[in-house]
C-alpha cells in the first residue's frame, strides 16, 4: 500500500475543520455534531501517521493486508464481520508494536482518536482525551446510526488502544530496549493550556521477561520542553491504579466489579514516578501488590503467559468470559496442574468438572490468559503553548528488559497441557494473532486420559 506522509497543508486544513474547542491536538471530530461518516475514522488528524503502516485485515490474521487505509483522510475500504485492523509503528525500517483496537463493527482503523472537549466527563477528569476508536454498544458500526464511544463513555466500554511491544525493542538484558514512539499533530498557533487523558495498554509481546519501563514526553524537536509535561493526578488515581494488570485477574470488590480478583484480591502494578521536570515516567523493579511475581514472575512476554479454562456465559463474543482454572502451581508443590482462583484456595478441579470443561462444540474453551501481559496505563499530558511546542509532539515508550537470571523459561510453560497453547502467541510470540480456542479431539482424550491417572496414581502433573 502506497503511503503519504500527512503533511503541514494537510494539517492546516484539518485545523480549520475540527472542533473550535482549543483543543491543542488536531481532530476532526465534533463532539457537539457527533456525525459519523461510514468508512472514515471518526477523531481522525490527530495522530501522525508518518511512521505507522495501518492494515485491514481478516481474523484471525492480523499480518497480511486485504484493505486500504488512506492516511491522508481517514478514508479507508469497507470493512464486514470477520475484518479488524493493526497498525504496525516503526522505528526506522523497523516494526517495534502493533496497536490494536476493537474488531469491526466495534472498532475502526487506525485505532487512535482524539476527542477534544467532552463535556460530560466527571469526578475531575480531562474533557480531552486519546482513546481507541471504538463505538458504544448498541450502537456499533453495522447499526444504522453508530455512535462512537468518548472520553466519557461507559466503564467497560474499549476506550483503550493496545500497543504489543514487540521482540524487535529488544537490545540486551537488565537495560532499556528499543523506543516505540507515537507522534501526534498540534494546532497551529493555539496557546491555550488543554489536558487530555489517555486511554492504553502497553503489552509484553517481547518474548523476554520485563521489570518495568519508561515514558518520555518530547517536543518537535525530541526534546524535553516545560510546554509540554505529564502529571498523575492523585485526586483521580492512586499510585495503584496508574500501571497494573487486569483488575478482573488481581483486584479487590469495588463500584465495577462484585468479585476479587481471579488469582488475588489486591491490585498488581508498577509504581512510577515522574522526573523532576515531569516530561519522564519510570519504573524498574518486581510487581507490586498481590502475588503476580509470586505466581509468575515479574512481568512476562506473551509467550509464558499462563493456560486458562473459560466459560462463555452468554454466548456473546464481545463480553468477558468467565475463567474457571489456570494451569500452573500455586501452592508451590513442584508439580503443574489445573487449579481454581485464589477464592476456592487453588482446588484442583474435579474429573466432572474437567470432563465438562474440554468438551468440544460446547461454552468452554481452553486459552491463554492474555490480560496477565497487558499492562494499563492512567496519566495525563499538558498541552501549554503550541508555539513553543512545535507542530508535533512525541509520546515515547521504551520497555526495560529483566535481568538474564530472571529470563528462564517457567515450569508451567515447559510442562503444560497437550497441545501447547494451541493459536496463540506461545507459538510465535510476534505474531499478533492472540489466543483461539483449537482443541483437538485427541489433544482432549490425551487431557482427560491424563486427568484419570493423575486420580488413580494420586499424582498432580498431567503426563
Known amino acids: ?15 480549520l475543520t475540527s472542533s473550535m474547542y482549543a483543543g491543542k491536538i488536531i481532530t476532526d471530530a465534533d463532539f457537539n455534531n457527533m456525525v459519523v461518516t461510514p468508512n472514515k475514522q471518526f477523531g481522525f488528524g490527530g495522530w501522525n501517521l508518518e511512521n505507522i503502516d495501518v492494515k485491514i485485515t481478516q481474523l484471525p490474521d492480523y499480518r497480511h493486508n486485504i484493505g486500504s487505509f488512506d492516511i491522508n483522510t481517514g478514508i479507508y475500504s469497507t470493512m464486514g464481520y470477520g475484518n479488524t485492523f493493526e497498525s504496525d509503528i516503526r522505528n526506522g525500517g523497523t516494526i517495534v508494536g502493533r496497536l490494536h483496537g476493537k474488531d469491526w463493527p466495534v472498532g475502526e482503523p487506525s485505532g487512535v482518536k482524539v476527542i477534544n472537549g467532552d463535556t460530560r466527563v466527571q469526578n475531575g477528569k480531562p474533557q480531552n482525551c486519546i482513546m481507541t476508536t471504538s463505538y458504544l454498544p448498541g450502537a456499533y458500526l453495522d447499526a444504522i446510526v453508530p455512535k462512537p464511544n468518548t472520553c466519557s463513555g461507559p466503564f467497560k466500554s474499549h476506550k483503550r488502544f493496545k500497543i504489543d511491544m514487540l521482540d524487535t525493542t529488544y537490545l540486551g538484558d537488565n537495560a532499556y530496549g528499543k523506543p516505540i514512539e507515537m507522534v501526534f499533530n498540534l494546532a497551529p498557533g493555539d496557546t491555550s493550556v488543554q489536558k487530555y487523558e489517555l486511554f492504553q495498554k502497553i503489552n509484553n509481546h517481547t518474548g523476554k521477561r520485563l ?11 525530541k526534546q524535553p520542553n516545560p510546554a509540554l509535561t505529564l502529571s498523575l493526578d492523585s485526586s483521580i488515581w492512586n499510585i495503584n491504579d496508574l500501571a497494573n494488570i487486569s483488575h478482573g485477574l488481581w483486584g479487590p470488590i469495588d463500584n465495577h466489579f462484585s468479585e476479587p480478583g481471579f488469582f488475588d484480591d489486591k491490585t498488581v502494578y508498577y509504581p512510577v514516578s515522574l522526573s523532576s521536570g515531569n516530561t519522564v515516567l519510570s519504573y524498574v523493579g518486581p510487581m507490586q501488590g498481590g502475588n503476580y511475581q509470586a505466581l509468575f514472575g515479574n512481568w512476562m512476554p506473551s509467550k ?48 466432572e ?60 510453560v515447559k510442562d503444560g497441557p497437550t497441545p501447547n497453547h494451541p493459536g496463540s502467541e506461545r507459538g510465535d510470540p510476534n505474531k499478533g494473532n492472540g489466543s483461539v480456542a483449537a482443541y483437538d479431539i485427541l489433544s482432549l482424550l490425551s487431557l482427560i486420559i491424563g486427568f484419570l491417572l493423575i486420580t488413580f496414581m494420586g499424582r498432580k502433573k498431567f503426563i
Open 211 to 221: 521489570d518495568g519501563y519508561r515514558l518520555e514526553l518530547l517536543d518537535a524537536n
Open 304 to 351: 509464558w503467559h499462563p493456560m486458562g479454562i473459560y466459560f462463555d456465559h452468554d454466548n456473546n463474543s464481545n463480553t468477558e468470559s468467565k475463567l474457571l482454572a489456570f494451569w500452573g502451581d500455586p501452592l508451590q508443590t513442584g508439580t503443574n496442574g489445573w487449579h481454581k482462583g485464589f477464592m476456592e484456595d487453588w482446588a484442583s478441579p474435579t474429573e
Open 353 to 412: 468438572e474437567l470432563n465438562l470443561w474440554t468438551t468440544t462444540g460446547g461454552a468452554y474453551v481452553i486459552e491463554g490468559i492474555e490480560d496477565s501481559v497487558n499492562l494499563g496505563l492512567n496519566y495525563i499530558v499538558n498541552i501549554a503553548d503550541n508555539n513553543a511546542i512545535g507542530t508535533t509532539f512525541t509520546i515515547r515508550i521504551t520497555p526495560h528488559f529483566a535481568p538474564s537470571a530472571e529470563q528462564n523459561t517457567p515450569s508451567y
Open 1 to 15: 500500500m502506497k503511503k503519504n506522509i500527512l503533511n503541514l497543508g494537510c494539517i492546516s486544513i484539518l485545523a
